[in-house]
């Protein structure tokens, strides 16, 4: 599953690889990689893959969940469909609570103690998500994961995650799509080589590119 998700975006440059001219991204961090996983919604298949994916996951590692909440907004299609697959209910978790109206950050229906899993297409720091985590928690959820698409596995994503004691899956992830974009011609080993460089330690991999 891994390897065909990987393959997934890669075909559809959903995820782009650019080892000799970085991406600069909304952080101003230089990254060989770009991620853009909202692509996959517009392809059946792979859209379905996807769902089926995360259902079977959360199926076997939280067989107790009771809600599906999907992060806003590249969680929440795949949220949806994961949701009527396991036929549970469905939330979503805004970044921010809304600035009118009732002023509520969590749409839908969340019961008291609700076991909830959180859906997010990319991990990279997993800043947003464990945010979004936390607005489920102080509504009462109990939030027993986050699955998601692709993960970059940056230690200091990693860390997070451990600092909070909450477990993080994904479908696919770095070294797997490093993997399979060597085999299937993507990239070259020495290119693999940069690439592996990065995830170390991407501050220091980006400074040489400073002006």
Same mark, same amino acid.
């Given at each position: 599953?891994?390897?065909?998700?990987?393959?997934?975006? #890669?075909? @559809?440059?959903?995820?782009?690889?650019?080892?000799?001219?970085?991406?600069?991204?909304? &952080?101003?961090?230089?990254?060989? @990689?770009?991620?853009?996983?909202?692509?996959?919604? &517009?392809?059946?298949?792979?859209?379905?893959?996807?769902?089926? +994916?995360?259902?079977?996951?959360?199926?076997?590692?939280?067989?107790?969940?009771?809600?599906?909440?999907?992060?806003?907004?590249? %969680?929440?299609?795949?949220?949806?469909?994961?949701?009527?697959?396991? *036929? #549970?209910?469905?939330?979503?978790?805004?970044?921010?609570?809304?600035?009118? +109206?009732?002023?509520?950050?969590? /749409?839908?229906?969340?019961?008291?103690?609700?076991?909830?899993?959180?859906?997010?297409?990319?991990?990279?720091?997993? +800043?947003?998500? #464990?945010?979004?985590?936390?607005?489920?928690?102080? /509504? +009462?959820?109990?939030?027993?994961?986050?699955?998601?698409?692709?993960?970059?596995?940056?230690?200091?994503?990693?860390?997070?995650?451990?600092?909070?004691?909450?477990?993080?899956?994904?479908?696919?992830?770095?070294?797997? #799509?490093? /993997?399979?974009?060597? *085999?299937? %011609?993507?990239?070259?080993?020495?290119?693999? /080589?940069?690439?592996?460089?990065?995830?170390?330690?991407?501050?220091?991999?980006?400074?040489?590119?400073?002006?």
């Amino acid at each position: 599953m891994a390897h065909q998700i990987a393959a997934d975006l #890669l075909r @559809i440059k959903a995820v782009t690889l650019s080892p000799q001219q970085p991406f600069t991204w909304a &952080s101003g961090l230089k990254s060989p @990689i770009y991620t853009d996983n909202r692509l996959t919604i &517009s392809y059946p298949a792979i859209r379905q893959r996807i769902a089926q +994916g995360l259902a079977t996951m959360i199926q076997q590692l939280y067989p107790q969940v009771d809600v599906i909440a999907g992060t806003a907004t590249a %969680g929440i299609p795949h949220a949806a469909i994961v949701a009527s697959l396991l *036929d #549970l209910p469905l939330i979503y978790i805004r970044s921010q609570p809304k600035d009118h +109206g009732q002023g509520r950050q969590i /749409e839908g229906h969340l019961a008291a103690n609700s076991k909830a899993v959180v859906i997010d297409d990319l991990i990279s720091t997993g +800043g947003s998500v #464990l945010q979004a985590v936390q607005a489920a928690q102080r /509504e +009462g959820a109990q939030v027993l994961g986050v699955v998601g698409i692709f993960s970059y596995q940056l230690p200091v994503g990693q860390a997070n995650f451990v600092g909070v004691d909450l477990p993080c899956t994904t479908l696919t992830n770095y070294t797997s #799509l490093i /993997e399979t974009a060597v *085999d299937q %011609g993507y990239i070259s080993a020495q290119d693999r /080589e940069i690439l592996q460089q990065w995830r170390q330690d991407p501050q220091a991999w980006g400074a040489q590119f400073a002006n």
